[in-house]
């Protein structure tokens, strides 16, 4: 007796009547209505959080690009024409730093995001012991960079997991599976 076959709604593949869950995107074929809606329901939320990562990575890139022009042009504006030499060098080759990972966080999310930072953070533990007024002079400012910033990065980790547990959803955004 030949096996009725069958198409999976999600992915469209063919299936022998028989199969209880799709064997390329997990869809429960054999499941109660519920099952079914939560499975489809589930998809929808991790395309969303992938979806959310790929735009709050591209905003903390431009926060990386943004805090590396200040570093860079910073030492020539009117407040800082008095640093010596050294921070001048110091602040400039900081903005490179900051710049390069800005590039870098669609090859290397989590790198891109996690060093700058710990370097932020470090920084601004720096200011705090030298003079706390320095911490406190333009903290809203601080606190959007180290928000953005670790936002970006809990925010790359938790799509990174989607992607690494959802191997169709990954093959479909045009992960292939991959680590993001």
Do not use: H
Not at 21 to 26: A, E, F, L, P, R
Not at 55 to 80: C, D, H
Not at 88 to 102: D, E, K, T, Y
Request: glycine content about 8%.
């Amino acid at each position: 007796m030949e096996s009725k076959m069958i198409t999976c709604k999600v992915c469209k593949t063919e299936l022998n009547e028989q199969e209880l869950i799709c064997n390329i995107c997990k869809y429960p074929i054999q499941g109660t209505e519920k099952e079914q809606a939560s499975f489809i329901a589930k998809q929808i939320i991790q395309k969303g959080d992938v979806e959310d990562s790929i735009e709050q990575l591209n905003k903390s890139r431009w926060i990386l690009f943004g805090l590396g022009a200040l570093y860079v042009v910073g030492p020539f504006t009117p407040l800082m024409s008095s640093t010596s030499a050294a921070a001048i060098v110091i602040s400039i080759l900081l903005g490179f730093v900051f710049i390069g990972f800005g590039f870098l966080t669609f090859r290397k999310p989590k790198i891109a995001l996690l060093i700058p930072l710990g370097m932020t953070l470090f920084y601004y533990f720096i200011l705090l012991l030298i003079n706390p007024f320095l911490l406190w002079s333009g903290f809203l400012w601080k606190m959007v960079v180290l928000i953005g910033l670790g936002y970006g990065y809990s925010s790359v980790s938790k799509s990174e997991k989607i992607l690494k547990e959802n191997k169709y959803l990954a093959e479909q955004l045009g992960y292939g599976g991959e680590k993001k």
